[in-house]
């Protein structure tokens, strides 16, 4: 049977499944769990998954909700990566043009993770199916990844070896295009700087006082200095978590403030760390406070891999374009028209800047339309995006490869409310569904090309340079 037909046999197993995935997906929009808190979205994949014959290995690096599910033995091991969690306080009614919350305050799956679990749920089903139906040996992992939005569920299953030993890793993600994952995204450390000082009445003996407030407000100035002798793109952001009290005549004897930095790479992230921490030390020292860090997570940064990324996208041209009924288009229309002006003319530069070989009229056009119904065209580049993501510690593994495809109407925002009402809708099964079928499509490459796979892998090697993965959150901070 020649791949062409393998790949028609992938599309027909996801097909005849597919409400096994369209209703995970539609669950755990409901389930709308965070961070580490994803006990019914995790249950949701492994029921399904036990069911269709995987291996499951749950409270995998020491995170309840985390779990591997395996098929098949032996060479080639492949990884899947699922995500399954939603936003805090992005609730939202499903299908409703408007912001509307169904319960204030509430958690809501801003960024399609919903469907992004089910969609990987769709592509370990197609090929494990396969897989069994031609006798073809190799291994599938699908990976059920908690607390991508914040707490960098990956980096601690990567700290805890659980990518090791993989030969080629597939993901994707629900966005408003259909198109490959062609760029690198910023590593980025988030941590916690507590200073604890001296209470005093801060009128009658401010001598007796050391201000912890004090100090946060002169690391804020020291890293604002800082921030003009780092390169270029790297990014400092800062939170203040504990100003120390509401009573400004008592000295605050306690104050927290939370750090992300961001950089390219990894070792640019470290540095500018090192420099940070520097700062606190000083800010400490010069008001007789105390500094102590902690870690909340960290990711490494996106790396790219054109061969294995030409691979997925061939699969994508296989499927071809994106197909949505007049009902989409329609559905999809009240949702664009929430959008203003700026969100609208940002969209049509991007959808320019995706098909540099369209006029502007044809560029305009289809910027106009309500869904994104064509294929962008394949690019593959070093530079990071401006944002981070925990696939990174993966891609430190093997060859990665990434794709998103059409789920949301045209020029709407991860994470945002339009996100959250669209995330039941037609579109987005479909585009689960078309998800799946690329990433099984793109699993039975890897399993039966093992030139390819070299080529790939040789070319993972070469961008890492040398290095190899080194998870910065210490061994003692435990995932929460
Ligand atoms: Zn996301």
Redesign the pocket.
């Known amino acids: 049977m020649s791949n062409n037909n393998g790949k028609n046999r992938i599309c027909q197993i996801i097909d005849e499944k597919k409400s096994l995935f369209t209703d995970a997906s539609d669950k755990i929009w409901g389930f709308a769990e965070t961070r580490f808190q994803l006990t019914e979205s995790a249950d949701v994949l492994c029921r399904v998954l036990e069911d269709e014959g995987f291996e499951i290995q749950r409270g995998c690096g020491g995170m309840e909700d985390a779990f591997i599910a395996s098929y098949g033995s032996g060479k080639p091991v492949i990884g899947i990566l699922a995500?399954y969690d939603a936003l805090g306080n992005l609730n939202q009614e499903a299908d409703l043009p408007e912001k509307k919350a169904m319960e204030q305050g509430k958690p809501g799956h801003g960024?399609?993770?919903n469907a992004?679990g089910a969609g990987a749920l769709a592509g370990a089903t197609g090929i494990k199916e396969y897989m069994k139906e031609n006798n073809i040996s190799g291994t599938v992992r699908l990976y059920g990844c908690p607390a991508?939005?914040s707490g960098s569920g990956k980096a601690f299953m990567a700290r805890a070896g659980l990518f090791n030993g993989l030969d080629a890793i597939l993901s994707w993600?629900p966005m408003n295009e259909t198109a490959i994952w062609g760029f690198s995204s910023l590593a980025n450390y988030q941590v916690y700087f507590n200073f604890k000082g001296i209470s005093a009445h801060a009128a009658s003996s401010p001598e007796l006082g050391r201000s912890a407030l004090d100090a946060v407000e002169l690391m804020s100035m020291g890293v604002n200095y800082l921030r003009e002798h780092v390169i270029q793109e790297a990014r400092i952001h800062y939170a203040y978590i504990d100003a120390g009290g509401t009573s400004p005549n008592v000295v605050q004897p306690t104050a927290s403030v939370l750090y992300f930095i961001r950089a390219p790479r990894s070792s640019q992230v470290q540095e500018i760390f090192e420099r940070v921490v520097d700062v606190a030390k000083g800010a400490a020292l010069m008001t007789g406070t105390t500094m102590e860090l902690q870690w909340d997570s960290a990711c490494a940064e996106y790396i790219v891999n054109d061969t294995l990324g030409k691979v997925m996208y061939d699969n994508m041209r296989y499927l071809g374009n994106p197909k949505f009924t007049k009902e989409d288009y329609d559905y999809a229309e009240q949702f664009t028209n929430t959008l203003t002006d700026v969100e609208k003319n940002i969209y049509a530069r991007k959808i320019r800047q995706y098909f540099p070989h369209k006029s502007n009229d044809e560029a305009e056009a289809l910027s106009k339309k309500s869904m994104m119904d064509e294929l962008v065209p394949y690019f593959m580049t070093n530079a990071a995006m401006a944002g981070s993501?925990d696939v990174g510690d993966a891609s430190w593994h093997a060859p990665t490869a990434q794709m998103t495809t059409a789920c949301y109407p045209a020029g709407t925002s991860?994470h945002s409310w339009q996100y959250v009402a669209c995330g039941k809708s037609d579109a987005v099964h479909n585009g689960l569904l078309y998800a799946g079928k690329v990433i099984a499509m793109t699993a039975l490459d890897v399993l039966t090309d093992p030139e390819m796979l070299k080529k790939a892998q040789e070319e993972y090697k070469k961008q890492l340079g040398g290095e190899s993965y080194h998870c910065p959150i210490p061994a003692e901070v435990q995932p929460k």
Do not use: N
């Open positions: 995500e960024c399609g993770h992004l991508e939005e993600h993501t991860a």
